[in-house]
T-cell receptor, first 112, second 109 residues
Framework: EPEVTQTPSHQVTQMGQEVILRCVPI?????FYWYRQILGQKVEFLVS????????KSEIFDDQFSVERPDGSNFTLKIRSTKLEDSAMYFC??????????FGPGTRLTVT | EDQVTQSPEALRLQEGESSSLNCSYT??????LFWYRQDPGKGPEFLFT???AGEEKEKERLKATLTKKESFLHITAPKPEDSATYLC??????????FGKGTKLSVKP
């Protein structure tokens, strides 16, 4: 069964450093998303991406964040200058048309 | 403002003891209500999508129902492997998913 994959599973970085989180969505899906979940809190929407552009973003997704689909399979989230409060699980998700978003296993980001 | 509230926050059941989880929502223009299962340290695993009041979906020991204000996830004769956090999310007119905090279910043998 096709699934969303994410790398790395765990990323430790120092405050102020740039990180890139990588995702490979399900191959025939057209809509791509990033969500995050701070430990013990709700899953929160960050950004949606369709047809090679951002279609929607939340207040969390400020100028420090960017997304890219550099080729036909990868989807990345970049955080330019990480802050302590960026520590969270980051989930990539994808969707075919209407219907459910399928989530990846997540990347645990720890900012020290 | 779109909002999702799940109750209870935690639920402990004995194996075989059926129960229900609640998801109350307020959303402008419901485009779908989603149930996910999340195991510790893992991503949400899709269970069901419901689109309109009166709709029901079933999968093994789980059954999801939807009214205009809430959804229930009924668990019949649960097993220890059903232990997880169950997340409810709604998609409104804005398009993105709004999640609840989840119900942490523990099923003891």
């Amino acid at each position: 069964e096709p699934e969303v994959t994410q790398t790395p599973s765990h990323q430790v970085t120092q405050m102020g450093q740039e990180v890139i989180l990588r995702c490979v969505p399900i191959s025939n899906h057209l809509y791509f998303y990033w969500y995050r979940q701070i430990l013990g809190q709700k899953v929160e929407f960050l950004v949606s991406f369709y047809n090679n552009e951002i279609s929607e973003k939340s207040e969390i997704f400020d100028d420090q964040f960017s997304v890219e689909r550099p080729d036909g399979s990868n989807f990345t989230l970049k955080i330019r200058s990480t802050k302590l409060e960026d520590s969270a699980m980051y989930f990539c998700a994808s969707r075919a048309g209407t219907g459910a978003r399928y989530f990846g296993p997540g990347t645990r980001l720890t900012v020290t | 403002e779109d909002q999702v509230t799940q109750s209870p926050e935690a639920l402990r059941l004995q194996e075989g003891e059926s129960s229900s989880l609640n998801c109350s929502y307020t959303v402008s223009g419901l485009r779908g209500l989603f149930w996910y299962r999340q195991d510790p340290g893992k991503g949400p695993e899709f269970l069901f999508t419901l689109y309109s009041a009166g709709e029901e979906k079933e999968k093994e020991r789980l059954k999801a129902t939807l009214t205009k204000k809430e959804s229930f996830l009924h668990i019949t004769a649960p097993k220890p492997e059903d232990s997880a956090t169950y997340l409810c999310a709604v998609q409104g007119s804005q398009g993105n998913l709004i999640f609840g905090k989840g119900t942490k279910l523990s099923v003891k043998p």
